[in-house]
């Protein structure tokens, strides 16, 4: 029999509607039921694409005796981390706080206020490894709870007290300038993995965001080794098995430091970010690779991730079945010698193995492989390596797929959006900006409708329940004004400044400081507030960026003045842990350049459009338009004729503008950084 979750839109939810366990949604009504019958609430935070989230669901949560006792002793509440990240956010940092490490699923009791006072992630069904088993942990929770009452209390009422107490420090004392930058540099240059790129050691992330910092710094400064450390960290991943070497798209992470193995999920967020990051590489140094990832990647997006209703969905599973029919990992993307030849046969499979450095004892589990290039092939016959890929392409699509998580993400959306509109441009693939159009008119449609505020997730064309947070308007805001530029179509630039409003008017506290829920959200234990990157922008640098861009688009002082102030926050954090600020980096990057504001007077996707939309200068705003009504589409255009009836290209940073020109090489010089 289906429990509570049956009714919701998350399909991570939906996966445990028919779970023995009495589940309820995050809602009042839980925590009244909990006050109720006088049990504690036990919380369980996951994802669709998790593998462990999987694992104890299938051990515990599946266990008609399990399943029993939770019901008996607690209200279990489920939360999908990806729709309500407020409540991820706050109970992480408490788990994070108490445990020194935190991750999923998560695994929290509350009282029936809502207060925590024990933590975990993953609980086996039998003690492990030092760790209890997770019935062991329920029966030690009901003994305190109904044993030392008092004492739970205190902890409870003691971590919310820390959780309260940890204001946030943001710099208050001006924007980052040039010696934060550089500072923000020389720790990246130490984190640097001089031989496999990237920063860090296992696991290892794909640094998207710091990759665009070091692109952004390059273009404005010059700096050769900011440029290495980018392109070198970029071959290094589109040459390793963190990169579908057959379907394109990226994986969420190498459990290496070698980018060989990947944890084999693949999330839309890194994919749009990566595919951004790829396109900007090749603007800047014309690499072949660089473009055909970029492409690769878009058309990744496309063909797996969009939905009927032209959004684009969550993620793909890590799992799939394999040959014998159990679910694992990685099971539909990685080969052994023997598969290669029954798809190729011996002569090609030879090759293959060669290329992709697929190895007889393997270098994933169970003798098998996963496709990379090592490089050490030599010169190798182009049609030959199309030829092979698209034979395994083919078999492997025979193989049963992993799951795909459909919901529906406002920000992540925002961020392929961009990706897409930009590349779809570069690379003349009107399709992508056609894509991107979709997928911001169903957020237009859908995620705003009626209510003019966002809504964070949705799924099937239907609106889900939460309302946005911060990252949503701010990432939704810099996909449209990505798509103003390319399209030059001003009702995005209309439509960004209506989701920046709420920014101002929402989210925004005193000194410049944000917040990752509005004014008038839920009140939870504590208002998140996290302006480090993670695997996708903070809230607060994507607002900062897309605030940023509009007040150029505009000038608007008071959009200006509200990037500035939270990018106070770059000047405190970049020096001290670049790794975790990238985007506010890139966007100070912008603020130091100007950006610049480039007003094209002429056809959109014509030449000195096209060359403007190619400039490499940090955070640079392009508007195009020709016609009387251009000026009403974007302020940028007003009073900018036409020289000697020839398209015409005004340049302006800190209140000057250079002359106007006709010429897209003299435009380019301008731009180039």
């Known amino acids: 029999m289906a429990n509570r979750l049956a009714q919701t839109t998350s399909p991570y939810l939906l996966q445990h509607a028919d779970n023995p366990v009495d589940w309820w949604p995050w809602s009042p009504e839980a925590f009244e039921e909990a006050r109720k019958r006088d049990v504690p609430v036990l919380l369980s935070v996951g994802y669709a694409s998790c593998h462990w989230c999987h694992v104890m669901a299938h051990e515990s949560f599946e266990d008609d005796d399990t399943a029993a006792y939770l019901n008996a002793h607690f209200v279990p509440v489920k939360v999908d981390r990806e729709e309500r990240p407020d409540v991820d956010a706050v109970y992480m940092e408490a788990v994070q706080a108490a445990t020194g490490h935190g991750g999923w699923p998560m695994t929290v009791f509350l009282t029936p206020d809502a207060e925590p006072f024990y933590f975990g992630t993953y609980f086996p069904p039998e003690p492990r490894h030092g760790s209890p088993s997770f019935q062991q942990v329920l029966e030690g929770v009901t003994a305190a709870w109904t044993d030392r009452r008092d004492e739970v209390a205190e902890v409870a009422g003691r971590i919310v007290a820390d959780l309260a107490g940890r204001s946030l420090v943001h710099g208050g004392d001006g924007v980052p300038g040039e010696s934060e930058v550089a500072q923000a540099l020389l720790g990246l240059t130490r984190e640097y993995d001089e031989q496999h790129g990237g920063f860090g050691g296992a696991p290892k992330f794909p640094p998207a965001m710091v990759v665009e910092f070091l692109l952004r710094h390059h273009a404005r400064t ?72 970029a492409l690769e990647t878009a058309d990744f997006m496309v063909r797996e991730l969009r939905t009927a209703e032209g959004g684009f969905a969550s993620a793909l599973d890590a799992d799939s079945e394999d040959a014998e029919g159990r679910h694992v990992e990685g099971a539909f993307y990685v080969w052994t010698p023997e598969q290669l030849r029954d798809v190729l046969g011996e002569d090609d499979a030879a090759f293959a193995a060669a290329y992709f450095g697929v190895t007889e004892e393997g270098t994933f589990e169970e003798g098998a492989s996963v496709l990379r290039l090592p490089g050490d092939a030599g010169p190798v016959d182009a049609a030959r390596v199309a030829g092979v890929r698209a034979r395994l392409l083919a078999a492997r699509d025979e193989r049963p797929h992993p799951g795909r998580d459909d919901k529906v993400v406002a920000a992540w959306n925002g961020l392929a959006i961009a990706a897409l509109a930009e590349t779809g441009a570069y690379f003349d693939r009107p399709d992508l900006v056609e894509r991107a159009t979709e997928a911001a008119d169903l957020l237009v449609r859908v995620h705003l409708g009626e209510v003019a505020r966002l809504t964070r997730t949705s799924k099937d064309g239907r609106a889900g329940d939460n309302a946005g947070v911060l990252e949503d308007y701010g990432d939704v805001a810099e996909g449209f004004l990505t798509l103003a530029a390319v399209t030059g179509e001003g009702a995005w630039l209309e439509f960004a400044g209506f989701l920046l409003d709420i920014v101002l008017e929402q989210f925004t506290g005193e000194g410049g400081q944000l917040y990752d829920t509005a004014h008038d959200a839920e009140q939870l234990i504590r208002r998140p507030q996290d302006p480090t990157d993670s695997a996708t922008p903070s809230g607060w640098t994507a607002a900062a960026g897309a605030l940023l861009s509009y007040a150029a688009y505009t000038g608007s002082e008071a959009h200006r003045t509200a990037a500035e102030g939270a990018l106070g926050v770059v000047k405190a954090l970049g020096p001290r842990v670049p790794r975790f600020v990238g985007w506010g980096l890139a966007v100070a990057e912008a603020l130091l350049d100007g950006p610049r504001e480039v007003a094209v007077a002429g056809p959109v996707g014509g030449e000195l459009h096209r060359t403007a939309l190619l400039g490499r200068a940090p955070g640079a705003v392009v508007a195009a338009g020709e016609g009387p009504g251009a000026g009403a589409e974007f302020p940028l255009l007003v009073d900018r004729p036409l020289l000697g009836g020839e398209p015409t290209a005004y340049v302006c940073r800190h209140f000057v503008c250079d002359a106007p020109t006709t010429d897209a090489g003299e435009l380019a010089a301008k731009l180039g950084g």
């Open 222 to 293: 010059g700096a050769e080794g900011a440029l290495q450390m980018a392109a070198d960290t970029c071959t290094a991943m589109a040459r390793g098995g963190i990169y579908d070497q057959l379907g394109g798209g990226f994986a969420r992470y190498s459990v290496d430091r070698e980018w060989i193995v990947p944890h084999f999920e693949k999330m839309l967020y890194d994919n749009a970010l990566l595919c951004r990051v790829y396109a900007h590489l090749w603007r800047t140094t014309g690499s072949d690779e660089a473009r055909r990832i």
